[in-house]
């Protein structure tokens, strides 16, 4: 099984950027598709972006779509969101996730979950 760890957090005014990490332990990262979700406060966790496995295919929540960007290095067995234009909405501890299946990737029922990191936006 893949391990991942998130970094990259901070706090930002809104308006501003971040570039969130992924990093993942195991031979197998370079056959999976990628995801991105956060959790805000008393809220629950939600989908924000996906990459298939060769990194040529990415799909957004409608509240993202625009301002970040996903992508890959297999070869760092990383995987990145380029955050853009934040808004105070998008303050949410970020998880990164794996699934063999890239479509159906959004609603995954994921057996674990890392520590994320967490995105302060200010306004």
């Known amino acids: 099984q893949v391990q991942l760890v998130e970094s990259g957090g901070g706090l930002v005014q809104a308006g501003g950027s971040l570039r969130l990490s992924c990093a993942a332990s195991g031979r197998t990262f370079s056959s999976l598709a990628m995801a991105w979700f956060r959790q805000a406060p008393g809220k629950e966790r939600e989908f924000v972006a996906a990459i298939s496995w060769t990194g040529g295919s990415m799909f957004y929540s409608d509240s993202v779509k625009g301002r970040f960007t996903i992508s890959r290095d297999n070869a760092k067995n990383t995987v990145y969101l380029q955050m853009n234009s934040l808004k105070p909405e998008d303050t949410a501890v970020y998880y990164c996730?794996?699934?063999?299946?890239?479509?159906?990737?959004?609603?995954?029922?994921?057996?674990?979950w890392g520590q994320g990191t967490r995105v302060t936006v200010s306004s």
């Open positions: 996730n794996a699934d063999k299946e890239f479509i159906t990737i959004a609603t995954s029922d994921f057996g674990s």
